[in-house]
């Protein structure tokens, strides 16, 4: 998908035996750890994409490490190595001062992330999907800068999603929530974007 739409990635893993499943796809990967800094991984990129998560089954000590603290430092790291373009994978929801009884925790990270990079200097977006579901992608979703609701979302339109936000700079400085809708992807980032546009040459 990233390479037939001109993108040549880079995926970050934390166990050297996930390279196989990426090379299988044609994409190189790097090992390292969020927690420690990855700087040394960030010279000659021109964007990076934040999509980690502490997962399901970790405590809330580990959640604010990885989707806070990890997040955060990567940040820094990308002003350090004059890496501008941050896009945030975040969450409907996220806000520091979340009282959701379910995933409290996660949302307050996410938005304590969120509000960080925000004041960070840094060409960011910030991606709000709703829930991430496994099955196949549709093309289609429903977008704006606040939806006032909460849905679902296939994983796999949410990384076309991310595309079509490197693809278009008019996204820069926004949060875009998003869920599954009836307006194809790169017509729904145009909308909530202020229309289409070509990222600048770097």
């Known amino acids: 998908m990233w390479a037939a739409n001109g993108f040549s990635p880079i995926a970050l893993i934390r166990d050297v035996r996930q390279q196989t499943k990426f090379t299988a796809l044609g994409v190189p990967s790097a090992v390292g750890d ?10 000659g990129l ?22 806070q603290d990890a997040a955060i430092r990567l940040m820094n790291d990308c002003k350090q190595a004059g890496v501008s ?8 929801g996220a806000d520091p001062l979340s009282n959701s009884p379910l995933i409290q925790n996660y949302l307050r990270a996410k938005g304590m992330a969120d509000e960080y990079l925000r004041s960070s200097g840094l060409d960011y ?43 278009n700079y008019n ?5 875009i929530q ?19 546009a070509l990222p600048p040459i770097l």
């Open 178 to 196: 998003m869920i599954s809708g009836k307006d194809p992807i790169k017509n729904a980032v145009a909308n909530v974007s202020g229309g289409e």
């Open 46 to 67: 021109d964007a990076v994409v934040f999509t980690a998560g502490s997962g399901a089954h970790t405590g809330p000590n580990k959640t604010i490490d990885i989707d």
């Open 85 to 92: 373009r941050f896009v945030m994978v975040s969450a409907i």
């Open 125 to 167: 977006t910030i991606l709000a999907p709703g829930t991430l579901l496994n099955s196949s992608g549709t093309g289609k979703i429903q977008a704006a800068e606040e939806l006032g609701c909460h849905g679902t979302v296939p994983r796999e339109d949410l990384s076309q999603c991310i595309i079509e936000v490197l693809r």
């Open 34 to 43: 969020l927690e420690k800094g990855l700087i040394e991984f960030l010279p």
């Open 171 to 175: 996204t820069m400085g926004k949060t």
